[in-house]
Nanobody, 125 residues
Framework: QVQLVESGGGLVQAGGSLRLSCAASGRTFRTYTMGWFRQGPGKEREFVAAIGWSGGSTYYADSVKGRFTISRDNAKSTVDLQMSTLKPDDTAVYYC??????????????????WGQGTQVTVSS
């Protein structure tokens, strides 16, 4: 069992930056693929970024590529999402998720086994 707790959300102006962090419990964190997802107002939850167990491979949604960076620290059992050049369209609740599947990073949401409660990010214009 893995428990995930997100932090770092808040209100930021367009063009600004924000760093989200996800802290995981459990000794097997280093074996999980980790992902970030978001759900904007009136929208379905969508994929944002994923990172492999070693941190050596990453995958991003086209909408955030070049602006967001996902990273992980297996010693601390954390995964971060550095967000830059934020846009009002980035406004959403951001969720951290863990997947036991060690396959390709491009995968459906239902292949993620554990989810955090989410943290709100609001980007004002």
């Amino acid at each position: 069992q893995v428990q995930l707790v997100e932090s770092g959300g808040g209100l930021v102006q367009a063009g600004g930056s924000l760093r989200l962090s996800c802290a995981a419990s459990g000794r097997t964190f280093r074996t999980y693929t980790m992902g970030w997802f978001r759900q904007g107002p009136g929208k379905e939850r969508e994929f944002v970024a994923a990172i492999g167990w070693s941190g050596g491979s990453t995958y991003y949604a086209d909408s955030v590529k070049g602006r967001f960076t996902i990273s992980r620290d297996n010693a601390k059992s954390t995964v971060d999402l550095q967000m830059s050049t934020l846009k009002p369209d980035d406004t959403a609740v951001y969720y951290c998720a863990a997947s036991r599947n060690t396959g390709p990073l491009r995968r459906p949401q239902n292949e993620y086994d554990y989810w955090g409660q989410g943290t709100q990010v609001t980007v004002s214009s």
